[in-house]
């Protein structure tokens, strides 16, 4: 089954790190693109990074310098690394397949929630 | 701010057509991706490329796109067609990634 499962979640404090896992099973994360998507309390959706099977990637201006995209391909796991948190970062955070070949992300993970708060 | 702009709300009658549409100047090089969002859930894909539903979706989802805009159809909307939903493309440069603010659907 093609599934993606994220973890890592949790509660930070204003200026902590944390790092989001994506275990991806059913397919290889290295051959397809991969995003982060993030969607705060009661918001629409945000795209937040986003990692090509090359290996080239791309942020959200609101997160360019202070979150790393990254993947590990022994282990078929999509990352996040998020520093100097902000509060405005709080959301629940998608990882999410791209389409092979289109502008679309078509497998996407149940979502886990990060709260940045003293 | 958003790149790609849709109405925040849109409803329909039960079993009517329902347009929900997203505009953006990248849209004029880029097709739309739709998603359906129903609440405490992730995210959907209803609607990819030129007109392309993955497996599963009803074929009463339906997409197009002219100029600057992008639309979703609904024609013959039903009770479990009530979510929120978004249209997703890349901006201007390309190399990022842009979803619109979110519609959404009632069916009343």
């Known amino acids: 089954e093609v599934q993606l499962v994220e973890s890592g979640g949790g509660l930070v404090q204003p200026g902590g790190s944390l790092r989001l896992s994506c275990a991806a099973s059913?397919?290889?994360?290295?051959?397809?693109?991969m995003s982060w998507v993030r969607q705060a309390p009661g918001k629409g959706l945000e795209w937040v990074s986003v990692i090509y099977s090359g290996g080239s990637t791309y942020y959200a201006d609101s997160v360019k310098g202070r979150f790393t995209i990254s993947r590990d391909n022994s282990k078929n796991t999509l990352y996040l690394q998020m520093n100097s948190l902000r509060a405005e970062d709080t959301a629940v955070y998608y990882c999410a397949r791209g389409f092979p070949g289109d502008d679309a992300f078509d497998i996407w993970g149940q979502g886990t929630m990060v709260t940045v708060s003293s | 701010s958003s790149e790609l702009t849709q109405d925040p709300a849109v409803s329909v009658a039960l079993g009517q057509t329902v347009r929900i549409t997203c505009q953006g100047d990248s849209l004029r090089s880029y097709y739309a991706s739709w998603y359906q969002q129903k609440p405490g859930q992730a995210p959907v894909l209803v609607i990819y490329?030129?007109?392309n539903r993955p497996s599963g979706i009803p074929d009463r989802f339906s997409g197009s796109s002219s100029g600057n805009t992008a639309s979703l159809t609904i024609t013959g909307a039903q009770a479990e067609d009530e979510a929120d939903y978004y249209c997703n493309s890349r901006d201007s440069s390309g190399n990022q990634l842009v979803f619109g603010g979110g519609t959404k659907l009632t069916v009343l």
């Open positions: 059913g397919f290889t994360v290295s051959s397809n693109y």
């Open positions: 490329g030129k007109n």
